[in-house]
């Protein structure tokens, strides 16, 4: 299907991008408990018991946003995304597109590095905790444009992403 035949987003598709975005928070938030516990077992010291459980849910919640951008891709695949603001100038549309490509990227990315941290090397580690500075920024542009269009240009696209299409 193409990108432009959807009407609105559906409410699975809003679902899945606010359970994906609320998994990311406490991704980015509690990320840290991940390392205190592995530095732990490098040390051979007890990690607390919140850096364990925190680190536990860090694993699970990353293998739920890889299996969650899996469905929204495919959702959005078949079902398309509706059309941007008829007023969006053309590098607008662009750097939308560029901007959603990058965070399925990342939403990739990220969860394949932590597992390969977890089960082939801690080389790996190193290059997962470098998308935490990248998703703040992708975060940062996500959300002052979705206000700019809010606000400045009042053209219905944050709505898009709270009310499911009719």
Known sequence: MNDQQAVGYSTLQIALHWVIAALVAF??????G???????AEEGTTPSGVDFAVSVGHYWFGIAILALVLVRLGVRLTQGVPPGPVASPTWMDWAARLMH???????IAM????????????????????GKPVFIVLIAVHALAAVFHQFVKRD????????PAR
Request: aromatic residues 14%; hydrophobic residues 50%; charged residues 15%.
């Open 27 to 32: 991704q980015l938030f509690f990320g840290e």
């Open 34 to 40: 991940m390392t205190n516990v592995r530095d732990a």
């Open 101 to 107: 490509w990058a965070f399925y990227a990342m939403l």
């Open 111 to 130: 969860p394949v590095l932590g597992l390969l941290t977890v089960y082939v090397s801690d080389t790996f580690g190193d290059i997962h905790k470098l």
């Open 156 to 163: 219905g696209t944050l709505r898009r992403m709270l009310v």
